[in-house]
């Protein structure tokens, strides 16, 4: 993408009218020719690997043949099918970066993004689900989570349990850290209190990350990120009616004196404002607006549902992604990308043919 940006930069400068004058023209080269050469170690985002074209290729098949069949039926009902989420998890698309410790297929946020992507040609709803539980949800606990707590939540979330990322509110949206949800310290455990809007995947998710101020007094600097389960009392209440994207589960949750083992927090008291931000925040806008083309084919009802903040897209780009693709660990990365996929195309392979796009 940003080689291609600059070779049109520098076929403009090309055809620079005359009327404009040498001079005017060569400046515009040379700058053209500045951006090439600062961008000339970037690997194209156009140009995947083998294994990130055998993943695209899995992970398309996958779509069109098991999700494809069932979008009119679940777009129509509201409700994801539970076999597209466990089938999912059998893929390994609920664990791309996780590590292959963790059961995860250790891959990179580029091939979470050309997965996302491929969902959303068939199903935006499971494309959604998809991305929050990876993006979002996988993220905070790879980089903020303590080892004993990547140890006990990133398998669950890779083979078998969705997760949830509870942020919004109905007076806190763009405003984040103006969340109202509290959080009290009593013996070994916290007690939250208050409710969240808006959370996707919450009718089928079991785990949750829970943004709550622990001391309003510090402000933003008291939110803290916890990490609970349905089965310790979280309210899932009312579902949003959509006008797109109507598969995926957007609701409203209560916490009522929800109590929460104290070694549940993640990335530290009063840390939650770096964990919801500088994490999950920047990789949704990331991957919304890498992998989200609109209109799809096969919806009829799409809808622009999520407002994104569209100036955090470059910086995004240079500081994120680029890096994870140069990095000195992608080709022990891709090997093991390479062994998952080429055994789960091997098995993707006997379902059907993919179609043309
Ligand atoms: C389908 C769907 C799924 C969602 N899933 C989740 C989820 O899983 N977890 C979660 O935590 N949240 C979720 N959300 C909530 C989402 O993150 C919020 O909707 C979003 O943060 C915006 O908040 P808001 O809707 O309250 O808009 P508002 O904050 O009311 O903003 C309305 C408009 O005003 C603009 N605006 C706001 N403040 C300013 C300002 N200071 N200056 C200039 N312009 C401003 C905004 O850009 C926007 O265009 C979801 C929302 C939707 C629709």
Redesign the pocket.
Known sequence: MLRNIALQASKAARFVPRSTGVLHSARAFSASTAVLNEHASLPSLHTFTEEEQMLRDAVRKFATDVVGPKVREMDENEMMDPSVISGLFEQGLMGIETSADHNGAESSFTSAIIAIEELARIDPSVS?LCD?HNT?VNTVIRKYGTKEQQDKWLPQLAESKLG?????????????FALQTRARKEGDSWILNGS???????WEAEVFLI?ANVDPSKGYKGITCFVATKDMGIQIAKK?Q?L??RA?S?CTLNFDDLKIPAENVIGGEGKGYKV?FFTS?LR?VLTYHVSHRWPLKSSTKVAS?????CSALPRARSTKLSPTRTNANNSANRSALSRVWRSKSRRLRSISKPHDY
Do not use: H, Q, Y
């Open positions: 959604v929050v979002l949830s990322f509870c942020l919004s509110e109905s007076a806190s949206g763009s405003d984040a969240k809007m808006w959370i996707t995947n919450s943004f949003e959509k797109g994207i995926s957007t919801c925040r949704i549902v999520l407002p994104l903040k």
